[in-house]
């Protein structure tokens, strides 16, 4: 998702803006308080800044995510020596032990998160020599892992051509924002500033992270324009108009584009980024756009990362994912499943099966069978108060429709017969939402038509409406999320990405809306459940068909914010997506159904290995 940040002579000066100068210091490696059994989180600030720059939403978001209390480390009054000093990296190691022993002897996880903007996280990276094994989770925010492209070249101390740039900006009307970049410029001679020019001897001294501690790293990325007689042209490549003399950095080449926050390139603050075993980790790019006389004032700038909305949602995540790991795939159930194609859970955690025998199985969160009830179902979805719905195919719209089924908790069932009128045989899969209308995913040659469709059935099973227009690909596990004001949202999976249409409840109509694409983290989804907000709130599940469960995250413009592999198939062999069901009549990639428990466990269904996997909360 990274773009481009058209950065031209200012945005390459915008650098500078590192934090205001500090105030006084809290003694920084003291142990505040105990954490109890929460997991304690360490926000640490960067060069020439102190704990201010962590507003309260970010510690709200941190206290959201349930289990965790945040603490400031605050080295403000050493924050231009370099981090190797005693007062920084060391005094940071102490403090990670001092919580950690804490955390340990009041029965929590005895480990620390880290939360570090800019120079932080390079001192994170120091205390890591000594306290790597008692690290959870570290989160960077405009790191310079890499130094500064604007930090100049290793020959000299001073700012030089760029930093009287920025001056120059600095002075012109109307000027947008604080003009924090002199700052730096003032401590441009400091050792923390002569060790963040790139290639510097101090930055290849400093340790990576541990290999089992997850990092993950966020990048801003600014893109600038800058008006040129009444037309907004982007800005590119600050090298073309300052000369080779301007010392770019290791990440970014004469001629090129420069992206960034205005203080560290994107290389630079992602180098560090790390996954782990249980895919957490990797990195993220934060994107804003705006015209040049902007730039300290975008969200996605390097002092207001920090506090930019996007960032404060992808931290609480992301620490509560650390806290919900899904562990590998294991075969679940005492059940002989013949090709399982679809899944759901209600909310007691129960779970249901459906598979080429026609029955639903009921099975305990254990996996234990406690059930089985039903006749030629195809399709199983749990609607939003967990109440599981059903679907079985007709042969003739009059004398033997098709039905929609609901299963309630006391064990009964009732159907209704789709009405005649709807033209409705069959379904790939169904989905309800919260005023009971159905959602049935149709074939194209079964429904009547030359595409896939959409057929919305009303809560007697009449008043069918359609929406043609899906494709020609298959339509698989479908998904419905209420977004209120009587809009839904209907999640389609095709291969190569997942298709949003907006639907009006009022008057049926599928409104297509841009949809999710792979971005790398799938490649042939099959199957979608909504997330709980136990797991992440809001998101969304893909079943792929090359091994993987992915959790799908997107901001505003569609790009893959926070798209995680959090779980694969571990002992089961993966299958290509590409084979076809001759049982069924037509070419169709093979159904792998996901569902999730309210308590953000994952079922998955292998429909060739027979086995359903369930990727449990650890």
């Known amino acids: ?233 982007a800005l590119s490549s600050p090298a073309t108009l300052l000369g080779p003399d301007v010392g770019l ?82 075969p679940w159930g005492e059940g002989s499943f013949t090709h399982p194609s679809s899944l759901a859970t209600d909310a007691d955690g129960n779970v249901y099966v459906v598979d080429e025998r026609g029955t639903v199985e009921k099975y305990s969160p254990d996996g234990v069978l406690v059930e089985t009830f039903g006749e030629g179902i195809t399709a199983v979805t749990a609607d939003p108060e967990g109440v599981i719905r059903g679907f079985s195919p007709g042969t003739d719209p009059w004398d033997d429709p098709a039905k929609l089924w609901t299963f309630p908790p006391d064990g009964s069932s009732t159907y209704l017969p789709v009405a005649a009128g709807a033209d409705v045989l069959t379904a790939e899969s169904v989905a309800v939402d919260a005023e009971g209308y159905w959602y049935l995913a149709i074939r194209g040659q079964l429904g009547g038509g030359s595409s896939d469709s959409i057929e919305r059935l009303d809560a007697s099973g009449g008043q069918p409406m359609s929406a043609s227009g899906i494709g020609t690909e298959v339509v698989t596990g479908i998904a419905a999320e209420d977004i209120g004001e009587g809009s839904v949202i209907i999640y389609v999976p095709v291969p190569g990405e997942v298709l949003r249409f907006k639907s009006d409840l009022n008057n049926f109509s599928l409104e297509p809306i841009e949809s999710i694409p792979a971005d790398g983290a799938f490649e042939l989804p099959t199957g979608v459940a909504i997330a709980p907000d136990s797991l992440d709130p809001g998101q969304l599940l893909v079943s792929d068909g090359n091994g993987r469960v992915v959790l799908l995250g997107w901001d505003d413009n569609l790009t893959c914010a926070w798209c995680e592999v959090i779980g694969e198939w571990g002992s089961v062999e993966p299958t290509s997506g590409n084979e076809y069901d001759d049982a069924r009549g037509y070419n169709q990639p093979l159904p792998h159904p996901v569902a999730v428990d309210p308590n953000g466990n994952i079922y998955l269904g292998d429909y060739l290995s027979n086995v359903i996997l369930k990727f449990e909360q650890g």
């Open 249 to 330: 950095g290791p990440d970014v080449t004469l001629g090129s584009p420069v992206t960034g926050d205005g203080v560290v390139g994107v290389a630079s603050a992602l180098d560090a980024a790390q996954v782990d075993s249980h895919s957490l980790g990797g990195s993220t790019v934060d994107p804003c756009e705006g015209g040049i006389l902007q730039f300290a004032s975008l969200p996605c700038y390097h002092s207001n990362l920090p506090s930019d909305p996007a960032v404060v949602s992808l931290i609480r995540r992301t620490i509560q994912a650390a806290a919900t790991t899904i562990g590998p795939g294991q």
């Open 1 to 233: 998702m990274t773009r481009r940040l058209g950065a031209s002579i200012v945005v390459v000066a915008m650098w500078l803006a590192w934090l205001t100068p500090t105030q006084s210091a809290m003694g920084a490696s003291a142990c505040s308080e105990n954490p109890g059994t929460d997991m304690p989180v360490l926000l640490v600030h960067g060069f020439a800044g102190d704990p201010s720059i962590w507003k309260d939403p970010l510690k709200n978001a941190i206290t959201a995510a349930g289990g965790y209390v945040a603490e400031p480390f605050d080295y403000s009054q050493t924050n231009t020596r370099w981090v190797d000093d005693p007062t920084i990296g060391e005094a940071l190691a102490i403090r990670i032990r001092c919580l950690a022993d804490a955390s340990k002897a009041s029965g929590g996880p005895g480990k620390v998160v880290i939360v570090a903007h800019s120079m932080g996280g390079l001192a994170a990276r120091e205390a890591s020599r000594e306290v790597g094994d008692l690290i959870a989770l570290v989160i960077t925010i405009g790191t310079p892992n890499l130094g500064s492209w604007l930090r100049g070249n290793a020959a000299g101390d001073a700012v030089g051509a760029l930093g009287q740039l920025l001056a120059l900006l600095c002075g012109i009307e109307p000027y947008e924002g604080s003009c924090g970049p002199l700052n730096l410029i003032r401590n441009a001679g400091t050792p923390a500033a002569r060790a963040m020019i790139p290639g510097s001897p101090e930055l290849a001294r400093l340790p990576q992270f541990p290999d089992s501690v997850p990092v993950k790293a966020i990048a801003g990325d600014e893109r600038l324009t800058v008006n040129l007689f009444g037309t907004a042209v």
